[in-house]
């Protein structure tokens, strides 16, 4: 009697529509980057109506030798959902594929396409030629909505390694900055002395709000009449769904072939996330992106501001509470932190708020430097800013290179891994599967 060979596929049982199955994705990675660049380390699609119950990654990184042997580095993971109709000048394209879904021309050659196909192999993103860039744009979305101040966008700072870059420090008294130039009315806030001057100072702070201190959304102003506006941010941009980290200090290593002791430091992770669960309610993206922030100090910075609290208003009385323009403090040109500064003689206004909250640096390893000449010792991470512009949020990739040994162009941090995810959704597998040891 001859046997009919049979394939079975999935479960005796066959599935009805509703039923929702798991499906776990697993992304390798292997990525080179530089400090405060912010590196993709993957991309998965997920589509509408799924469920991410749980998401876990294992990697193993290290850097190469750097100067200095005992400041210590953080180390972030991010996992970002990125809805496909937000992606930068793609969001039309990405709908118009299911409008007709006989029609299928692939979006980068519809009518009115903004966006092409990839007429070369993109390394930095991992893209082939005739693929569309959907990593480059949710890497831009990502950038613009979390790792950007406000009115700030990803291509308005200097790229490191071909990414944009994080800022140096998540908040510091240098936050408020500003070259007495832009500061609105300055004859108002030049001539206030008592508590007579408060009301130009606070219309003149409000008014323009020249530093970046009363900015507020289009949805905040709408509140501050009580008009209650209704919440739609989660489609407006990426949604954090999972962030890992870890602080680790270098360690020191001898060289085998010429016995020349370095230092590097170096990051094992292991971390899962299964409490929070993320419906997916439109095709997307999650995407995965890495950041090395070492801990540095400013060059150019030539005392604490602490020393500066010389006025009453400068200790932030209580009755001053609820002014907050009160606290703006003028150094006149060659005076304050900022010291004698050659690239640009101005005075400058800061914020003495700040201080109390977001705090300071000491160092007395490095003299001050008018020149911010910022060269990295073996025992301190120095770097040139703030500069002529006043902007201490972003570093070049000349001041990333200059902390290792080898300053070269290839000297960076290295990630090795993998992520893996359980979505619940209606896919599942209908290849034949000939191995029969799953592990």
């Known amino acids: ?3 009919t060979p049979r394939l079975v596929l999935g479960s005796s049982s066959a599935l009805t529509p509703t039923d929702r199955v798991g499906r776990y994705p697993k992304h390798t990675f292997a990525t080179f980057s530089k400090p405060f660049s912010i590196t993709p380390i993957g991309i998965a699609p997920v589509l509408a ?4 119950r749980s998401i876990f990654m294992e990697s193993r990184v290290v850097t190469d030798p750097i100067k200095n042997a005992i400041g210590g580095w953080k180390k972030d993971y991010f996992f970002f959902y990125v809805p496909a109709t937000i992606l930068f000048e793609m969001g039309d394209q990405f709908r118009n594929m299911f409008v007709d879904l006989d029609d299928q021309v692939p979006m980068g050659q519809q009518p009115g396409a903004l966006v092409q196909p990839l007429a070369n192999d993109d390394k930095q993103y991992y893209t082939a030629k005739g693929g569309m860039p959907y990593l480059q744009r949710a890497l831009w979305a990502i950038v613009d909505s ?7 966008y990803q291509n308005n700072r200097p790229y490191i390694n071909g990414y944009p870059v994080a800022q140096i420090r998540e908040a510091t008294w240098l936050d408020s900055l500003a070259d007495k130039d832009l500061v609105p009315d300055q004859a108002a806030l030049d001539a206030a002395s008592d508590t007579g001057d408060f009301e130009r100072l606070l219309s003149a702070f409000e008014t323009l709000r020249s530093l970046g201190l009363a900015n507020i959304s289009w949805d905040e102003y709408l509140a501050s009449f009580g008009i209650a506006t209704p919440s739609t941010e ?14 680790q200090y270098p360690s020191n290593t001898v060289n085998p072939v010429d016995g020349a002791p370095s230092s590097a430091v170096s990051w094992v992770f292991r971390e899962g996330e299964n409490k929070k669960r993320k419906f997916f309610k439109e095709p997307g993206f999650v995407v995965a992106i890495t950041l090395a922030r070492p801990k540095l100090f400013f060059n150019g910075l030539a005392g604490s501001m602490a020393s500066h609290l010389d006025r009453a208003w400068d200790w932030l009385p209580e009755l001053l509470l609820h002014t907050p323009s009160s606290s703006l403090k003028k150094f006149e040109p060659g005076t304050g932190p900022l010291g004698d500064r050659v690239t640009d003689t101005d005075g400058y206004f800061a914020d003495m708020r700040d201080l109390f909250v977001h705090g300071d640096q000491f160092q007395n390893r490095t003299a001050f430097d008018p020149n911010v000449t910022g060269e990295l010792s073996a025992f301190h991470s120095g770097i040139n800013l703030p500069g002529a512009d006043l902007n201490w949020k972003y570093p070049t990739e000349a001041m990333t290179n200059n902390m290792f040994k080898n300053p070269a162009g290839s000297a960076g941090i290295y990630d090795d891994g993998y992520f893996s995810m359980s979505i619940q959704g209606k896919q599942r597998d209908t290849t034949p599967n000939t191995n029969a040891l799953l592990v």
Do not use: C, S, V, W
Not at 49 to 52: Q, V, Y
Not at 146 to 152: L, M, P, S
Not at 234 to 247: L, T, W
């Open 49 to 52: 109506g799924e469920t991410l």
């Open 234 to 247: 989660e489609a407006k941009k990426p949604q954090i769904i999972a962030h890992f980290n870890d602080f």
């Open 1 to 3: 009697m001859a046997l």
């Open 146 to 152: 979390y790792f950007r101040d406000e009115g700030e």
